[in-house]
């Protein structure tokens, strides 16, 4: 019979007691994910491999400290950001952490009157004019390399507090709920944080691709 390592309450005693089965059952569902992760906030893919083989050395020594607070995939992936933005920031290329609160309207990269007033019972923080739609323009405009190098590099230049939600959100897929875990977030926050990365990134996007629509 097979083995469900999908269950923390099986897979964390195997790794505990050595179990090699287990461990490799790990790499092989975390450690491509945990590669593209760590090269958002590291200069090159050699040095996000460093992280990455950092990360499973730390898992391997410290499983038998392992509260099981967490799921065991948040616990993973709480040391790995941690060792990546350790790493990033030594490298001087993540940009330092800004605290944005709710109300600062410049963020983004959209001014207030892209958005109705926040006091609008109705409306207020949506927006008053939408950005054209990436739908209608050309595929092979949407799709091209310098769309496609824009959208990279618009990732690459957020602050790493919104870049690792939307990374983790619209990158790799994860829910809201597994975000908020493994960053430690309250809901609303999450919420606040991924609003301002898509808004800063569609920005820049769509500054390449109006002038096409107008």
Not at 96 to 107: F, H, K, N, R
Not at 165 to 178: N, P, T, Y
Request: charged residues 30%; glycine residues 4%.
């Amino acid at each position: 019979m097979a083995i469900d390592f999908d269950d923390d309450s099986v897979l964390v005693p195997a790794l505990r007691a050595g179990d090699e089965t287990a461990f490799a059952w790990v790499v092989d569902r975390y450690d491509a994910v945990l590669r593209r992760l760590a090269r958002h906030y590291v200069s090159t893919q050699a040095v996000a491999d460093e992280v990455v083989q950092e990360t499973w050395l730390a898992v391997l020594q410290g499983i038998d400290r392992f509260e099981q607070r967490s799921s065991l995939k948040t616990w993973i992936f709480r040391i790995l950001m941690n060792k990546a933005r350790t790493r990033g920031v030594r490298e001087r290329r993540s940009v330092p952490v800004s605290s944005l609160g709710p109300d600062d309207a410049d963020t983004a990269g959209f001014g207030p009157e892209w958005f109705r007033p926040a006091e609008d019972p109705v409306a207020g923080g949506h927006w008053a004019t939408l950005p054209a739609r990436w739908e209608e323009q050309p595929q092979d405009r949407v799709e091209s390399r310098e769309t496609l190098d824009r959208v990279q590099d618009s990732i690459a230049a957020l602050p790493v507090n919104l870049r690792q939600v939307l990374v983790l959100r619209d990158v790799e897929g994860w829910s809201s709920d597994e975000v908020c875990d493994v960053l430690s977030l309250s809901p609303s926050n999450q919420r606040v944080l991924l609003h301002r990365a898509r808004a800063k990134v569609r920005k820049d996007v769509a500054d390449l691709l109006e002038p096409v629509a107008s």
